[in-house]
């Protein structure tokens, strides 16, 4: 109940298309859905959160898609660069109850590959 | 943003030592510390979670004698592989947490991660 499916395991794009890479939970607790992009040799950096009070965030050419009712949630890239080339992990986290503990749990990641 | 410094980034060690890697928030007070293991192309996994003076808390199948982890300031966590051997050659990365002024409590900033190489 604790996993996060993501999918697909690698995308290959052309320059200028679209990259979506999608994610699916089971844990209705879960309320807090951070996107993580990650190069090579180097740790995760977060790229865009989004809580379920909302289907839809947008930052610049990143945005996130939320389903509340079907427990997925997805990262829409537009305008692919191949700068954006790097593996890509979704997670999601609850409160926790308040406690200190609020654990993210991660999707398996989606290596991205954005031919120039 | 706020920054998470991880030392050092790459360490090759012999068989049968001890390695100690370096978790430190530069701009902000750390209230949780996470510490991740990571193997080539595969996800992150939690190896523990600690409070700023508690004992850590070990994920399932985590050896707590063999990856020893302190908290005791608000900036600064480490991670210690005792008697470390080739299989604990992986990809170790620390991720710090502000509870009380970040934006969200479980917004989670990474250092950049420690490649350990075991002979």
């Known amino acids: 109940q604790q996993q996060v499916k993501q999918s697909p395991q690698s995308l290959i794009v052309q320059k200028g298309g679209i990259s979506i890479i999608n994610c699916a939970y089971e844990n209705t607790a879960f309320d807090y859905f951070p996107w993580y992009q990650q190069f090579p040799g180097k740790g995760p950096a977060l790229l865009i959160a989004i809580r379920p009070d909302v289907s839809e965030k947008k930052e610049g050419r990143f945005t996130i898609s939320f389903n509340k009712s079907a427990k997925q949630f997805s990262l829409h890239i537009m305008d692919s660069q191949p700068g954006d080339s790097a593996t890509y992990f979704c997670a999601a986290g609850d409160y926790a109850g308040g406690t200190s503990y609020g654990k993210l749990t991660f999707g398996q990641g989606t290596i991205l590959t954005v031919h120039p | 943003g706020a920054v998470v410094s991880q030392h050092p980034s790459w360490v090759i060690c012999k068989s049968g030592t001890s390695v100690k890697i370096e978790c430190r928030s530069l701009?902000?007070?750390?209230?949780?510390m996470f510490w991740y293991r990571q193997f080539p192309k595969q996800s992150l996994m939690l190896m523990a979670t600690?409070?700023?003076?508690?004992?850590?808390?070990?994920e399932q199948g985590v050896e707590k004698d063999k990856f020893l982890i302190n908290h005791a300031s608000l900036t600064l966590s480490t991670l210690t592989v005792t008697s470390a051997h080739p299989e604990d050659s992986s990809f170790y990365i620390c991720?710090?947490?502000?509870?009380?002024?970040?934006?969200?409590?479980?917004?989670?900033?990474f250092g950049a991660g420690t490649r350990l190489s075991v002979l």
């Open positions: 701009d902000f007070q750390a209230t949780t």
């Open positions: 991720s710090a947490r502000d509870r009380w002024t970040s934006g969200s409590p479980l917004l989670q900033y």
């Open positions: 600690s409070n700023e003076g508690s004992k850590a808390t070990y």
